[in-house]
């Protein structure tokens, strides 16, 4: 049984607004054993890579390799803009080695209820991932009941918004409320293709423009998020 321990503390800047929340990055991020374009730092996989689509929506023209400036590169980004990475899941262990969080067995969440008590300004959590087992919201949402409470559907198009109240402040007198929107953002992955093949409005827009494809549709989701 191989333990996949996440390698990466959450990365929250003092000032942080919105904050991305995955589940574990591939197991070779927590080995060493890198990919010739990882980068060593929070969604560093090339290959199934959010930062792919940061670069396209932002042009920021991002390294792609082992050194410390790609992981400059991005947590520069990051902070002049207010985002933060907690991915929910601490640790994990798996039969077999690879990146499916269908496979994850004996599941460690974070605490990411305590983050957002301690960071007041955060107000948006995107999910790299939807209510599917073992996906980022569906965590979240095992991670709520522990403290009762819920999402609430704001809206069910793709992707989807839920918001919930966090009390932030109580006492005998008075009690107050904050309210933190989540977004579920189509997932980075390849099995993610076929999904969004059968959405209707990216079977428009491919009937429109052979040309478009999966990721081109993501950068467009994203866009209004980054």
Known sequence: ????????KPFIPKHTTKL???TL?????STGNLLEKDVNFCYGSYYNSLWLYIDAIRNLNLRYDNSNEAIEERKA???N?????????ESAERKKIDASDLGMKNIKLRNLIGYLKQFPNIDTLLFTGGNSKNGPEYFFRKHLKHYNLKLEVVSNEVPRIHQFQL???SSAVETSFRTIKTVSLTSGSGAANISISRIPFYKQLKAKNPKFNTFDFRVMQYREFF
């Open 1 to 8: 049984m191989f333990l996949h321990q996440h390698p990466y």
């Open 77 to 79: 980004f990051l902070i």
């Open 20 to 22: 991305i929340v995955g």
């Open 167 to 169: 009390n932030v402040k």
């Open 81 to 89: 803009h207010k985002i933060g990475i907690c991915d929910i899941v």
């Open 25 to 29: 990055p591939p197991p070779r991020f």
